[in-house]
């Protein structure tokens, strides 16, 4: 996808169930990426500054006025429009017709989620198949923590960890992600049959990692970072975070195209809490929508993170099951596809209710 022109379009008036089927049918509205969200309006939003400039039209306003004396600006628009309508193919084999759970196994001393209870190899392949059990889509196994402050641990180590998981947990059947940002740890976590690459650094923090990915075929993930996970938290800063952010995917896409690793291959997270303050987090979920126009998968991970505590009563972290659900259901309203999470068994339950209020299906 080109970006040839300095602006955004976010949709707008979202639209679920009859309502969403009923301006689809009357021209008044699109899908959301081929989905079940619909949306009637659009707001085409430029940077001014530290502000923005936002003109807000109805759909079918927007395609009718093409600008014709702006034949550059008139492609720029409706080449964005196919890509936020466009429905996704399925990722790693996964349709994308319905909302998919990404059921986290962490396999670390230190994660700030879950304090080590799945450290050891049979803890974690246990913990697997009981998120395989409660619903999970996708596993995502990772040996190294990205919490706030966390030290880098080696390479050997945290391959070390995840391998046997992986292999034990594939061999029975899951679609297994691999959370690292090393290109030796994704190679080897391929070999052993991951099929998905998680990387909080979106394939920049190793030269090799996206040689890696293109050359083996896997889908990936491209997570937003500002910093590293050690001093990520200390001054993060944006002009805009939702729009720096989606710059920023402009040029990661854009990389991995060049490598020939298609939009196809791709789901977006904007990384909540990673090199971000509640405002940012905040304006970051509001503004979803937003990275449709980007022509990717959408993954959102907002599960049991510190923003929910301190937006709450400062719970900790095994306490924030209802903000991260709700958190989740605000990401399905806004069209996203993947929710990755700790607390499969009840984000199913959810999600499962918000289908048939949505009237989604079952």
Known sequence: ?????????????LLTGT?????????????????????NSVEMIRRNGVTRDIA??????????????DVDLSAAIEERLHAITAARPPFA????????????VNV????????????????????????????????????????????????????????PVIEALVGEGALVS??????????????????????????????????????????????????????MQQDPHYRDAPLDIYDFFVERVAACAAARVAPARIALDPGIGFGKRDPHNLAILADLALYHGLGCALLLGVSRKSFIGRLSRGEDASHRLGGSLAAAIAGLDRGVQIIRVHDVAETAQAVAIWRAVAGTGR
């Open 1 to 13: 996808m080109t970006d040839p022109i300095d602006f955004y379009l976010k949709p707008g008036g």
């Open 19 to 39: 309502a969403a089927a009923n301006a689809c049918a009357a021209g008044t509205g699109a899908r959301l990426a081929g989905g079940p969200i619909a949306f």
């Open 56 to 69: 807000a039209s109805a759909l079918n306003a927007l395609r009718s006025c093409r600008l014709r004396d």
């Open 93 to 104: 084999g996964l349709t994308l017709d319905r909302p998919r759970l990404m059921g986290v």
């Open 108 to 163: 670390t001393p230190d994660s700030f989620s879950d304090g080590g209870r799945y450290a050891s190899r049979d803890t974690a392949i246990a913990h697997g198949r009981a998120l395989m059990a409660a619903g999970a889509d996708i596993l995502d196994i990772g040996g190294e923590s990205t919490r706030p402050g966390a030290a880098q641990v080696s390479a050997g180590e945290e391959l070390a960890r995840v391998a």
């Open 178 to 231: 691999i959370d690292t940002r090393r290109a030796a740890v994704m190679q080897a976590a391929l070999t052993a049959g991951a099929r998905i690459v998680n990387d909080v650094t979106a394939l920049a923090g190793d030269p090799e990692s996206l040689p890696v990915v293109a050359q083996s075929g896997a889908a990936v993930v491209l997570m937003h970072m500002q910093g590293e996970p050690r001093t």
